[in-house]
Antibody, heavy 115, light 108 residues
Framework: EVQLVESGGGLVQPGGSLRLSCAAS????????MSWVRQAPGKGLEWVSV???????YYADSVKGRFTISRDNSKNTLYLQMNSLRDEDTAVYYC?????????WGQGTLVTVSS | EIVMTQSPATLSVSPGERATLSCRAS??????LAWYQQKPGQAPRLLIY???TRATGIPARFSGSGSGTEFTLTISSLQSEDFAVYYC??????????FGPGTKVDIK
């Protein structure tokens, strides 16, 4: 069974940093395109970032230069390093397999940016 | 960036009735369109990809149609478990991919 489990969310002050993790089982992170998608409270879905199986990375304009996606193949885990956090980054962050029609999602981890 | 719109924002339907949800893209996305269902406190669930192909395990009462800029998700006979928010997503010439704002299907 494919499973993605996010962790690392929490409360952080504006300007602070946080690193999210997404531990995968039943699939190999390095063999898949892996994405982060977020959802602000009561709002819709917003794609954040993707890492290709070949290692190329891409970001939404709203997070470019502040967020970094990466993976640890030995741990079969995806990461999202979030720096210079803003109030508008408050959201549930989901990791997902694929970018085009993601077919497997984690349960999400809540990031709250507030002073 | 391709902008996705969905209508209506809320659809009130009685159990057993048919529901028709619309999604429009600001420019053609071919058939590169997916539909998701999301229930409160849960992650999105892929229903349809390629505009009309049901994902694994999705009941036949869910069907998708359309191409280019106009798409439709039809739920032929609403069951109690189908009351949720539905999102469309385009994935043409990604990244980025973009989602619609969602349609909430609630009980009439």
């Amino acid at each position: 069974e494919v499973q993605l489990v996010e962790s690392g969310g929490g409360l952080v002050q504006p300007g602070g940093s946080l690193r999210l993790s997404c531990a995968a089982s039943g699939l190999t992170v390095s063999s898949n395109y892996m994405s982060w998608v977020r959802q602000a409270p009561g709002k819709g879905l917003e794609w954040v970032s993707v890492i290709y199986s070949g290692g190329s990375t891409y970001y939404a304009d709203s997070v470019k230069g502040r967020f970094t996606i990466s993976r640890d193949n030995s741990k079969n885990t995806l990461y999202l390093q979030m720096n210079s956090l803003r109030d508008e980054d408050t959201a549930v962050y989901y990791c997902a397999r694929k970018i085009a029609a993601p077919d497997c999602w984690g349960q999400g981890t809540l990031v709250t940016v507030s002073s | 960036e391709i902008v996705m719109t969905q209508s209506p924002a809320t659809l009130s339907v009685s159990p057993g009735e048919r529901a028709t949800l619309s999604c429009r893209a600001s420019q053609s996305v071919g058939s590169n369109l997916a539909w998701y269902q999301q229930k409160p406190g849960q992650a999105p669930r892929l229903l349809i990809y390629g505009a009309s192909t049901r994902a694994t395990g999705i009941p036949a009462r869910f069907s998708g149609s359309g191409s280019g800029t106009e798409f439709t998700l039809t739920i032929s006979s609403l069951q109690s478990e189908d009351f949720a928010v539905y999102y469309c997503q385009q994935y043409n010439n990604w990244p980025p991919v973009t989602f619609g704002p969602g349609t909430k299907v609630d009980i009439k």
